[in-house]
C-alpha cells in the first residue's frame, strides 16, 4: 500500500515562527491535493494548530524518506502543505 509523507507549516500563536509538522499515511488510492488538504485540516483541528503560509499544497514528488524530507526544506517560504510518495 502506498505510503505518503505529508508536511505542513503550522504555528499555535500569532506572531510565533512557523514550524514543519510532519506525518505519514498510506492509502490504496493516489493522493490529490484536496485529500492532503483536507486530512492536515483535521489533524490541525484536533492539534489546536493554525495553518501558516497562502494554502498552498504542493506535490514534491517520490523518494526515500530522508529525501522527500530534504525537498520538504527546499519548498518556497509561501507554501502551507508539501507531499511525496515514500519509495519502500
Known sequence: MPK???AYRKNEES??????AV????TELSME???VK???AKRMSVLG???WGNGEVVWIGPG??????CRRDEATPETSIVYGLVEQ
Not at 506572531?15 to 514543519?20: E, F, L, R, S, V
Not at 506525518?23 to 498510506?26: A, D, H
Not at 526515500?64 to 524530507?69: A, C, F, H, N, Y
Open 4 to 6: 505518503y509523507l505529508i
Open 15 to 20: 506572531g510565533q515562527k512557523p514550524d514543519w
Open 23 to 26: 506525518f505519514t499515511t498510506e
Open 64 to 69: 526515500r524518506l530522508d529525501d522527500v524530507l
Open 33 to 35: 491535493a484536496h485529500a
Open 49 to 51: 494548530e493554525k495553518l
Open 38 to 40: 483536507e486530512r492536515v
